[in-house]
């Protein structure tokens, strides 16, 4: 059950706020404006997996952090604690249950993800095709294909709403398996604390990786 949760979990990154914009901008300009204006952020998000047949498999919630380019922050609070920092050159993982850290270069973990869409402004052109995908129920959504052949995503679908906020993003991986995040509370270009994208293994944990 371990080995299936940290799969799951890792799929998360990596979490995109938008400045606001005109109320005819579309998805596509939206996220390109985030990239310009949006250096860090903050919110509490929701986590939902479903299977291939729409079932509800896992459900999490916790606290993201991010501060371009190349850190994040992810608290999972329930069911499960779980930590995820990216220090901008490798990735942790902590299990506070199985007291066990994973760890992996940054650009080798996350390879072709969404996390790509924080590292610069032009990894998104780069590593994505993009194209609208129309308003519904008052929100604007974009949908980001990767590129490259052995991503771990078919497709991400990203919605805005008409304060040009991301509030909605779903992730479709190559086992039929939709990832759905939803965020609130959102603070925009915060001061965080830089310790808070530094990991050091807690003593006696088990550091499996690199």
Known sequence: MSGFRFKILVL???????????????????????????????????????????????SASGIMQFQRPGKFRWTYQKPYEQL????????????????????????????????????????????????????????DWLHAAPKAQDSSFEKILLAFNAQSELVVMELNDSFGHKTVLRFSGMKRNPQLSPQLFKFVPPKGADVLGE
């Open 84 to 139: 995820i920092v990216g220090d901008g050159i490798k990735f942790w993982l902590y299990d506070v249950d199985l007291n066990q850290v994973t760890v992996k270069k940054l650009d080798a973990a996350l390879g072709s993800s969404p996390a790509a869409l924080l590292s610069g402004s032009n990894e998104i052109e780069r590593g994505f095709t993009l194209k609208e995908s129309g308003n519904q129920e008052g929100l």
């Open 12 to 58: 998360i990154p990596f979490i995109f706020f938008i400045s606001p914009l005109s109320a005819n901008a579309g998805g596509i300009d939206k996220l390109k404006e985030f990239i310009a204006a949006t250096h860090s952020a903050q919110a509490n998000f929701t986590q939902v997996v479903l299977d291939q047949n729409g079932k509800r498999i896992q």
